[in-house]
C-alpha cells in the first residue's frame, strides 16, 4: 500500500474507530505509523471490521424484525429495484443511526455507504419509471 493509501487508511480509521471497542487497535496503528513501520501499521489496520462484516453485523442484530424479512425479500428479486428496495436501505440507516447511539459506534462507518446506496437506488428507480 503507497504511504498516501495508508495515511488515508489510518484517517478513516481514527475518525470511525476511535472511541470505540476497536480503539486499540487505532492506537497501536497510530504508534506504527509514528516510529514509521508502515508495514505493521498496515497489517494492525487490516485488523478493524469492514464494512460489509460491519453490515453484516448489523443485519444479524435485526433477526427477527421487519426490516430484515423484507431484506431478504428484495434480495430474492435478484436485485430488482422497487420502492421496497428503498424503505429497507433507509430502515438499515435508522438502526445504524440507532447502534450508535446506544454507544457501538464503529456503525457510524455504514452511514456513508448507505446514504450512497439509497442515492444511487432512487435516482436507479426513477430512470426506470421513466
Same mark, same amino acid.
Given at each position: 500500500m503507497l504511504h498516501s493509501e495508508l495515511i488515508f487508511s489510518l484517517m478513516g480509521a481514527t475518525q470511525y474507530f476511535l472511541g470505540t471497542?476497536?480503539?486499540n487497535i487505532v492506537q497501536?496503528?497510530?504508534k506504527a505509523w509514528e516510529n514509521s513501520?508502515?508495514?505493521?501499521c498496515e497489517a494492525i489496520?487490516?485488523?478493524l471490521p469492514t464494512t460489509d462484516v460491519l453490515l453484516k453485523? =448489523?443485519?444479524e442484530k435485526l433477526k427477527g424484525k421487519s426490516v430484515y424479512t423484507n431484506l431478504e425479500r428484495?434480495?430474492?428479486k435478484d436485485g430488482k429495484l422497487d420502492w421496497q428496495a428503498l424503505k429497507v436501505v433507509s430502515s438499515l440507516i435508522t438502526h445504524a443511526v440507532i447502534e450508535c447511539e446506544c454507544g457501538n459506534t464503529e456503525f457510524k462507518v =455504514?452511514?456513508?455507504v448507505l446514504l450512497e446506496k439509497l442515492?444511487?437506488?432512487?435516482f436507479d428507480l426513477l430512470k426506470q419509471m421513466e
Open positions: 471497542k476497536h480503539d497501536e496503528a497510530c513501520d508502515y508495514a505493521a489496520l487490516s485488523k453485523t =448489523l443485519v428484495i434480495q430474492s =455504514l452511514i456513508p442515492n444511487n437506488f432512487g
